[in-house]
T-cell receptor, first 110, second 114 residues
Framework: GENVEQHPSTLSVQEGDSAVIKCTYS??????FPWYKQELGKRPQLIID?????GEKKDQRIAVTLNKTAKHFSLHITETQPEDSAVYFC?????????FGKGTKLSVKP | NAGVTQTPKFRILKIGQSMTLQCAQD?????MYWYRQDPGMGLKLIYY???????DKGEVPNGYNVSRSTTEDFPLRLELAAPSQTSVYFC?????????????FGEGSRLTVL
């Protein structure tokens, strides 16, 4: 089955800097790669997703890139703000369901 | 719309007790899921349903049971609770399958087994 590895597990940046979170997956048949953000004590919420026929997708300050050959995808957050502090989860689809990475705790210091 | 509603939010169980976590959604979604979240371990799929009357196992189904008698409700049953089931449980629903579209999560149910 699918296996998703996510790095780093924790990331601390200064406000205004960029943050990059990377994920690798094992099943070349996976076609859908969402990212979820979970603020402390809250529910996960979808922030961006990408499908295998697209290499990059942007939404304001966040972007996701996908390299199907290398089987990895990344989340990029530019001009980070304190409200970006949260745990971010990547995921990949596996036979109709999602396999999640273990999460990255992002801290943005003002 | 209330979205996905879970009850209870918190519960403490003794080893061997049983309980049901309730989940309801009012978005007319066919797909519903139960995940558990352990510290530093991401979200693990317990059970899922693609429609009323249809359920299937996820990654970590042992010790749990589900039913889906209506589109709206997807309760999760814990039989003979064990300390290893201490976790935060999230119910989620989606209009499409989780491999094609957004999942909407409930607020979570924090369960402690002592």
């Amino acid at each position: 089955g699918e296996n998703v590895e996510q790095h780093p597990s924790t990331l601390s940046v200064q406000e205004g800097d960029s943050a990059v979170i990377k994920c690798t997956y094992s099943d070349s048949a996976s076609n859908y790669f969402p990212w979820y953000k979970q603020e402390l004590g809250k529910r996960p919420q979808l922030i961006i997703d990408i499908r295998s026929n697209v290499g990059e997708k942007k939404d304001q300050r966040i972007a996701v890139t996908l390299n199907k050959t290398a089987k990895h995808f990344s989340l990029h957050i530019t001009e980070t703000q304190p409200e970006d502090s949260a745990v971010y989860f990547c995921a990949a689809d596996d036979l109709g369901n999602l396999i999640f990475g273990k999460g990255t705790k992002l801290s943005v210091k003002p | 719309n209330a979205g996905v509603t879970q009850t209870p939010k918190f519960r403490i169980l003794k080893i061997g007790q049983s309980m049901t976590l309730q989940c309801a959604q009012d978005m007319n979604h066919n797909y519903m899921y139960w995940y558990r979240q352990d510290p530093g371990m991401g979200l693990k799929l317990i059970y899922y349903s693609v429609g009323a009357g249809i359920t299937d196992k996820g990654e970590v189904p042992n010790g749990y049971n589900v039913s889906r008698s209506t589109t709206e409700d997807f309760p999760l049953r814990l039989e003979l609770a064990a300390p290893s089931q201490t976790s935060v449980y999230f119910c989620a629903s989606g209009r499409l399958g989780s491999n094609t579209g957004e999942l909407f999560f409930g607020e979570g149910s924090r369960l402690t087994v002592l």
